[in-house]
């Protein structure tokens, strides 16, 4: 999680053009992270490891950015995780996409209005359209995220099936 947090707090500071920057492709890895640890362990220790992220991840972004890209950072990244979480728990019980997806689109909403709103507002620079072009790629990659979702709870799950009884 911390590894995600730094390395998108560094590549925000680098735009690929007047829509995007390259931190918009490596955050959303975040939301895989906590949806995958409250799948396996509950909200509870998903809370524990986004409190222990954002810790650390504001710490060091101090010396890898601005203060306040490391602050707005830190701010929007604890408030779209514990919506995230939240989120996901209580849609857990549905099919198995519904919860990483809809807990993913909210959170990257969130997330990308208080990053945006307190990182860049009133800077030079494009960062509305940064801030949508940001958005869309959170949401897309968000989707694309599924299959890995998918795959790793797939294995959890078969790790954790009780053994068939019957068998001789």
Do not use: C, E
Not at 32 to 51: E, H, Y
């Amino acid at each position: 999680m911390v590894a995600v947090v730094l390395a998108s707090n560094y590549l925000v500071q680098f735009p690929l053009n007047d829509w995007l920057t390259w931190g918009a492709f490596s955050y959303p890895a975040a939301y895989l992270v906590s949806d995958l640890i409250n799948r396996r362990f509950g909200p509870g220790q998903a809370r524990r490891v986004a409190w222990l992220g954002f810790a650390v991840a504001v710490a060091a972004s101090l010396m890898l950015a601005p203060a306040r890209i490391a602050a707005a950072s830190g701010l929007a990244f604890i408030a779209s995780q514990l919506l995230d979480i939240g989120v996901f728990h209580r849609l857990r019980q549905g099919r198995w996409w519904r919860a990483p997806l809809v807990a993913t689109v909210i959170a990257a909403v969130l997330d990308s209005i208080v990053f945006w709103g307190i990182a860049f507002a009133g800077t030079d620079g494009p960062w509305l359209t940064w801030a949508l072009g940001d958005l869309a790629v959170k949401l897309a990659v968000g989707v694309f995220m599924l299959l890995p979702f998918r795959l790793l709870i797939g294995r959890s799950l078969a790790r954790t099936a009780p053994a068939p009884s019957g068998t001789a």
